[in-house]
């Protein structure tokens, strides 16, 4: 086996400098009109021309990954990942998004309503309330299964609009922080500390609003589920990463077109904006000589949590997800071939 | 309305991968041990796109490919050719413990930069 290279040398002793496929590997272009370089190559012998050995090695993934976190809040954590590819880091966006579960409203019991909001569109509205509470505590519900205080949550909402001694209305909007949580005798163990009792996440989300005399009475069941099933269970608001830009200068430009390219940069030329997309309003004479790219394998992450965990325990549970997954399919596997 | 006590923990799943009723999730379609055809079920983008990144950059194999035959089947298909040194089978080993490796080593990063 060949010692695999640094990923920076191009000019390697058995193979051939080619400034311009090294580019394509690292980077992706952006032109005026499209993207260029897109899409990776991950074929093994791809770029044995130019002495890369483009094969999969621990030793040199362990070499070359980094993370370096840029900014941390509980609920919204951005970070950078380097060294890792595409299709690596877009299964743990996507597991972020869609297979990291929560606790949700799923059943809603309704024992009196008499608001003029319907039964179903009020179901479906607390189903979207994000509920502050461990999911890692509760199983999963099994269907046709009676709930336990192991996979199901209860709160109840009580609310009835009335008009004080002096005429005042009360209760005229009912707000998330009136669901009150019922807890199973079992349960009251699992939560020992006031703080930790489930409720959900903001106290302020309006749910309703009702006139004098309306009453609404529910009992709402929260199961654990994950986001594919339904969105409501999804533990982030998002998660998203991008590319790191790159913007160089031909050294050709000197003199008076640096000085006119400077002169226009703040505000015209190297405008990036939010996204971290540049705004190509180049000038036209230069064209040729300024190149915008995108580091393939440098990304800037970005998880902002709905509230149940942190952002930190969701990007480690996805990882342990995605290991799990893994196991689940060699497990299958291993079985059909015994 | 009151939940049910004394809950029969082997009733339900404590996984974080939601409990799945199907009897396999993966089946094997092969004429020759060097090519094969895996079906997966309830699996996407998520797993195809990186068990075809991993095949692809293991030396052994010749070629991988997946795709989504249908939105509304919860289904995968991967197909792997290998150079024929190994089956199709231990590739897709190999590369799931690639990807393990992978993933292990970036939560070993993470927990080491947090702690910082």
């Given amino acids: ?338 | 309305m009151t939940l049910a006590s004394a809950p029969n923990a082997t009733d339900s799943c404590n996984s974080f991968i939601p409990p799945s009723f199907d009897v396999n999730k993966v089946e094997i379609i092969s004429d020759r041990p060097d090519c094969a055809t895996f079906i997966f079920t309830d699996e996407d983008h998520t797993l195809g796109n990186s068990l075809h990144y991993v095949l692809m950059k293991n030396p052994k194999v010749d070629f991988s490919g997946y795709s989504i035959p249908h939105p509304s089947d919860n289904r995968m298909n991967l197909r792997i050719q290998t150079k024929g040194h190994i089956s199709a089978q231990e590739s897709l080993l190999q590369g799931l413990n690639d990807i393990k490796d992978i993933s292990a080593h970036i939560l070993d990063t993470f927990n080491n930069t947090a702690d910082n």
Wanted: aromatic share 8%; glycine share 4%; proline share 5%.
């Fill in chain 1, 1 to 338: 086996m060949v010692k695999p290279k640094k990923s920076t040398s191009t000019s390697a002793s058995n193979g051939v400098s080619d400034p311009n496929l090294e580019n394509k590997r690292t980077k992706v272009t952006v032109t005026n009109s499209s993207v260029e370089n897109a899409r990776g190559t991950y074929y093994s012998g791809a770029y044995t021309s130019i002495g890369f050995d483009n094969s999969f090695s621990l030793e040199k993934f362990k070499e070359n990954f980094k993370i370096n976190i840029l900014s941390e809040k509980p609920y919204e954590l951005v970070f950078e990942m380097m060294g890792v590819d595409a299709p690596i880091a877009n299964a743990i966006r996507r597991i972020l998004i869609s297979e990291v579960p929560t606790m949700a409203i799923e059943k809603v019991y309704i024992i009196n309503n008499t608001s003029i909001l319907q039964d179903e569109v009020l179901a479906h509205r607390l189903g979207l309330i994000p509920i502050k509470v461990d999911p890692r505590k509760f199983n999963f519900h099994l269907p046709n299964k009676e709930y336990t205080a192991e996979d199901t949550l209860i709160f109840k909402l009580k609310v009835k609009c009335e008009r004080d001694a002096n005429g005042k209305i009360i209760n005229d909007t009912v707000l998330s922080k009136h669901l009150e949580w019922v807890p199973h005798d079992d349960q009251i163990a699992m939560f020992p500390n006031e703080e930790d009792h489930p409720r959900p996440v903001e106290d302020d989300i309006p749910i309703m609003r009702l006139r004098p005399g309306q009453v609404i009475d529910v009992q709402l069941y929260c199961e654990k589920n994950i986001g594919r099933e339904h969105i409501k269970w999804s533990p982030v608001c998002t998660a998203s990463y991008r590319l790191l830009p790159v913007i160089s200068v031909d050294e050709s430009i000197q003199g008076e077109s640096a000085e006119k390219l400077v002169n226009t940069c703040p505000k015209k030329v190297f405008d990036i904006e939010d996204s971290g997309s540049v705004v190509a309003a180049r000038i036209q004479s230069l064209n040729q000589k300024l190149n915008f790219e995108r580091i393939r394998d440098h990304f800037i992450f970005s998880i902002e949590s709905t509230g149940a965990l942190t952002s930190r325990e969701l990007f480690q549970e996805a990882i342990k997800i995605l290991i799990e997954k893994c196991n689940i399919v060699e497990e299958s596997i291993n079985k059909l071939v015994n």
